[in-house]
């Protein structure tokens, strides 16, 4: 089970990420065993769950909520990945943020 405080202290920093970027984070949602993150885009999404994964963090694209990626608490808490969690994620962000924006065809 998560404790309390540490569920407290990760929706926070994934509060602080979401005001940072707001163009780019939609929604915080946290569920018994996993906290969705909702992305304004779906590419967003897909490219953020694939991020993570390549750091050996769980995330779950979710297919039936494209622009939603899940965080699985029990294997995030377990494997004491929250620290990297939030410099992949705030990294990932930023470069979104300064990418130049796509030429309409």
């Known amino acids: 089970m998560v404790a309390t405080r540490d569920l407290d202290e990760l ?8 005001t ?3 163009a780019l984070i939609r929604d915080i949602r946290v569920a018994p ?4 993150i909702e992305f304004y885009l779906v590419d967003l999404a897909i490219d ?13 694209h979710r297919m039936q909520l494209p622009q939603v ?5 029990p294997s995030l808490f377990a494997q004491r990945q929250t620290a990297l969690l939030f410099r992949v994620l705030d990294r ?6 300064r990418r130049p924006p796509e030429d309409p065809l």
Do not use: K, W
């Not at 990932?92 to 943020?97: A, E, Y």
């Open 11 to 18: 929706l926070g920093r994934l509060r602080q990420l979401q």
């Open 20 to 22: 940072r970027y707001p």
């Open 33 to 36: 065993l996993h906290i969705d």
């Open 48 to 60: 953020a769950a694939h991020c993570l994964l390549e750091q050996g963090i769980t995330a779950v």
């Open 69 to 73: 990626i899940s965080l699985q608490l």
């Open 92 to 97: 990932f962000l930023r470069q979104r943020t």
